[in-house]
């Protein structure tokens, strides 16, 4: 699986981490915490860590990934620096068993749908039954409804999101990898989650995420970017 490159990458001659040092055994013992990127394709989770990474949009032809791409980031978290292995997936269907090989290993996965294609919105339960079968029972989901930046294209409100990611326990937000919109925040968020559990000091609260997620959204006003 390891040697399945992004043709994206290829395509797009953007920098990456090197060849992908993480396979599907060695996610929970090599160093960084993984986060995983899911959902169906087109909804944006190229666009969301190219964002996220270079702090630029992918902007104009659509390419699909093909298998998994992985970078790196590193983060500082209240002084500490936590290092994240991002995996990005292929939403298409083909290559799901390449997929499945890797959510074991997950740390965190961040679920998008986009909220300008109600299926891919729909198709939310069918990757939440997924991620149940396949990853780790303690992984961290987080929902995110992608390109809140189409307005006039919107099918999925944010309303529906928020039901949803209730129904299921997961914490949810809007983002938009054309603006900005909570990108940053989406991966603070499950790094500062992820801390909080490995360096959790006895008697510290338990880190509420969705808590600071709308902590955090507030402070920001509508426009957080
Ligand atoms: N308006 C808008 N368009 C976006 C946004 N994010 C991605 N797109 C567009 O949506 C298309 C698909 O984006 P990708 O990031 O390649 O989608 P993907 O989920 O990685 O797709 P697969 O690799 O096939 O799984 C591209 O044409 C992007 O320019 C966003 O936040 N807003």
């Known amino acids: 699986f390891v040697q399945i490159m992004s043709r994206k990458k290829a395509a797009k ?12 055994s060695s996610g929970r013992t090599g160093k960084g915490l993984t986060v995983m990127l899911v959902g169906d394709s087109g909804v944006g989770k190229t666009c969301l860590l190219v964002r996220f990474k270079d702090g630029a949009f992918l902007a104009g ?6 298998g998994i791409d992985f970078r790196n980031k590193v983060m500082s978290i209240d002084a500490v620096k936590v290092k994240l292995q991002i995996w990005d997936t292929a939403g298409q269907e083909r290559f799901r068993s390449v997929t499945h090989a890797y959510y074991r290993d997950a740390h965190a996965l961040l679920l998008l749908y986009d909220v300008t294609n109600k299926a891919s919105f729909d ?17 961290v989901v987080m ?13 999925v ?7 949803l990611a209730k129904e299921f326990g997961v914490p949810f937000m809007e983002t938009s990898a ?19 559990r490995t360096m ?15 902590k955090e959204m507030r402070t920001a006003g509508c426009c957080r970017s």
């Open 61 to 66: 032809s659509f390419i699909s990934t093909v």
């Open 123 to 139: 198709n939310i339960r069918a990757w939440l039954t997924e991620i149940h079968e396949y990853a780790q029972q303690d992984v």
């Open 13 to 24: 001659g953007k920098g990456s981490s090197k060849s992908p040092k993480a396979s599907p």
């Open 200 to 214: 959790k000091e006895p008697d510290e609260p338990k880190f509420q995420l969705q808590e600071y997620v709308d």
């Open 143 to 155: 929902l995110l409804g992608n390109k809140a930046d189409a307005t006039h294209d919107r099918a």
């Open 157 to 163: 409100k944010r309303e529906e999101g928020e039901k």
């Open 178 to 196: 054309k603006s900005g919109l909570n990108v940053e925040l989406a991966f603070t968020a499950v790094a500062r989650e992820l801390k909080h």
